[in-house]
């Protein structure tokens, strides 16, 4: 059967969305969304399983009534592993990452934890590595852990529910997990020192056809009982995916959404460091990504709330001329400047649209920072939301002196799943390239906002 039309399952973790995608263009055609919090009852802060459950099933139904599904693709956040009993259900809820409580055993875990050598991996606080997450699991539940029949990365354990097959993926494994050697491309000392190498699923493509969707989900949502379904991967790969099947090294990509991912390919040698949130992915050929992260979205929502989004070359004028600068970072514990507290200056008496200039620059700067970490070069692609912002798009390309390509798709990681249900490889679309300003005056503003940033450094401020 001829796929022309996948529907990408997306679990971000602000928004849930079901896109549909067409192959022969790779354009979203529809789209439903619906907000992503956690539930907060229970014994801690969990994933709503069941809600975002419903509203997969809906969704896939509602879209294959305005246009055939003839696949289905999967794609979500990082940091996220799932117990799965012997009957298919949870052994423990679905942990939600920003949650601080693995740091309770941070001690005794750091003791046995595999060094940044051997997984590219940092030490990142909360549950933002998997590692923590399955070992305080472990010891703060010990009967409902010893129920675990098998542990899944987050997309594979909705393709588990779909298909009936448990699987694991090297992009999800290969996220900041302290679990995967991307050297190797096996299983971390730590899952043997732990005793989970029984409880893995098999690693299998990206690519791999699971099988078919189950029959009673394909009578409910109306499906051809035939429908394949895709193994899926980690969403930052997803829109890594389409550049590495099309473009030619080296290039970058920055993947935006609730975090603000960038990943080098063929750029320069750099010695990543940990400690500044850089991190060794792994992409859905199974190659190591020079990577860095900052929680870029989280940021703009919190800065922006309730405030005008509104903006003129006026504000840009005045923010430039001003140098109007906010420094790092309004998100602590991870990011290039992890420590740091956000401070303003040169901001009194701005108004909102130059507030928000100021915002878009400070998040571009900070991209940029991350891209020079990781040996960023070559052009460099924005997928995401962020590829729509042009105060984002123009401070990025002029603080690298690159090349910036905003992406059109509204979400960029459901082109990259809807990739996997492919067997070719089509171009993919870009919708602005933006030069770097030869004006000064921007050159000028950058070169500000990374001196202000070293000297609070170099003062120990924070």
Known sequence: MRVSHVAVIDIGKTNAKVALVDLATLRETALRRSANAPLTDGPYP??????????????????????????????????????VDADGGLALPVLDYEFSGPDEFAEDYDLIRPPFVETGTPRLPAGLNIGPQLFWQQRRFPAEFAKAAAIVMYPQYWALRLTGVAVNEVTSLG??????????????????????????????????????????????????????????????NASLLPHLLSDRPPFSVVSTGTWVVSMAVGGGKVELDPA???????????????SARFMGGREFSLLTDGQPQDWSEDCVAAVLARRTLLLPSTQQGSGPFPLR???????????????????????ALMTATCLGLIGGDGPTTVEGPFARNRLFTGMLAAATGRTVIASEA???????????????????????????????????????????????????HE
């Not at 130059?354 to 878009?360: D, G």
């Open 175 to 236: 996220c900041h997990t302290d679990l995967w050697n991307p050297w190797t491309s096996d299983y971390s000392s730590l899952v043997d020192k732990m005793g989970w190498r029984r409880l893995m699923a098999p690693v299998r493509p990206a690519k791999e056809r699971l099988g078919p969707i189950l029959p009673a989900l394909a009578r409910r949502i109306g499906l051809d009982p035939q429908t394949p379904v895709y193994c899926g991967l980690h969403d930052s």
């Open 46 to 83: 969990q994933h709503d399983i069941e809600r975002l459950w419903t509203f997969i099933l809906d969704s896939l139904a509602e879209l294959h009534r305005e246009q055939r599904i003839d696949a289905i693709s999967i794609t979500t956040h990082g940091a996220t592993a799932v117990l």
């Open 341 to 363: 507290q956000a401070q303003w200056l040169n901001a009194d008496g701005t108004s909102g649209g130059e507030r928000f200039v100021a915002i878009s620059f400070y998040l």
């Open 276 to 290: 500044r949130d850089t991190l060794v992915n792994v992409n859905a050929l199974g190659d190591p990504v020079p």
């Open 410 to 460: 509204a979400t960029g990681t459901s082109i990259g799943a809807a990739l996997l249900a492919s067997k070719e490889t089509p171009a993919h679309s870009k919708v602005e390239t933006i030069e770097p300003q030869t004006d000064p005056i921007w050159a000028a503003y950058f070169s500000a906002w990374r001196g202000a940033v070293e000297a609070r450094i170099r003062s120990g």
